[in-house]
Structures are given as C-alpha cells and as structure tokens.
C-alpha cells in the first residue's frame, strides 16, 4: 500500500511538472531586419552589380508568413548634399548569400528589386513564397547589388541612399 501512495505521488508531481511546461507562454515574437550599408563604392565609372548593402532576417513567427518591406529614401538614387546631385541606379537585385529561410518558404523565382518598386520608386517589397513559415528564418542574409551608367560631373561629395527595411508578419 505504502508502495502505491509513494507511486501515485510521483505520477502527480510528474503530470504537474509536464503541465507547467505545456503552459508557459511562446517565445516572443521577433522580426528583425539589420542593415549595414556598403561606403567608399567607386563613381568615377559606372557600376555593375555593386554590393550595397547587406541585411540579416530574421523572424520566428511560426506558423504564418512574412514579408521585409525595403524602403528607399532616394528613390534608388545616390545623392549628394553639398551640391543637390545625384546618380540613379539602372538596375537593383538581391542575393541570398547566408542563412536559413523557415521550412515550408521559398525565395521567389525574381530577385529583380529594381523593377518591382511600388509607385514612385521608393518601395520594395520582398515576400517569401510557399506554404507558409514552419520553421523559424535565421541569419538570413541578403544583399543588395546595384548598377549605375558613368555619372557626368558628379565626383565631387558624398553620395548616398539610405535604405530601411522592416520585417512585417502576414
């Protein structure tokens, strides 16, 4: 009898043990985009495919779907302060060069940025495709390669684009 008892405590304290596990809340929902941007690119010729920039998703919103939203201050245009000028890109892709994109997601076919803004140039936006996120996106890293014609007059200043990107859940 005394056997028993001690049997059915554990069996308690085992079962109340498991409960407490199955009901601490999930972890909390991250979605982050860090960026880094790339400085001292060449303008005194054009560009092809020069790396930009690079940004690390991440995002463990499990089940569901995401989205990073890129938003480009300059309208894809490097400019420069000190004298108003600028140098448009002619074209923008993005690569997948590190990282793990959540089970269930594929990169969409199209990695041509440039040509998939929004109206006014300002936005793109990078939507994973597939069945939805299973697995969490970690240190998925992308980078922006930019191409521009040979700048006419314009060597002088600093030249800039600043580049915000913002992971949304879907």
């Not at 009901?23 to 941007?37: K, L, N, V």
């Not at 109206?119 to 191409?147: M, R």
Request: charged residues 15%; negative net charge; glycine residues 10%.
């Amino acid at each position: 009898m005394q056997k028993s008892k001690y049997f059915l405590y554990l069996l308690i304290i085992i079962f109340s043990i498991m409960q407490m596990g199955l009901e601490s809340p999930p972890a909390p929902p991250i979605r982050a985009a860090q960026g880094q941007g790339t400085v001292g690119l060449d303008f005194s010729s054009s560009g092809n495919n020069q790396q930009i920039a690079l940004f690390i998703i991440t995002c463990n919103d499990t089940p569901g779907a995401f989205e990073v939203k890129f938003e480009f201050t300059n309208a894809c245009q490097f400019k420069c302060d000190r004298h108003g000028g600028a140098i448009p890109m002619t074209d923008l892709i993005w690569n997948h060069i590190s990282g793990n994109l959540g089970t269930g997601l594929t990169e969409p076919a199209d990695n041509d940025a440039f040509h998939h803004r929004t109206a006014g140039g300002t936005v793109y936006e990078w939507i994973p495709q597939g069945i939805g996120q299973k697995t969490e996106t970690v240190n998925y890293i992308l980078e922006l390669k930019a191409t521009w014609s040979t700048p006419i007059r314009m060597l002088y200043g600093f030249y800039y684009e600043t580049i915000n990107a913002t992971v949304i859940a879907q």
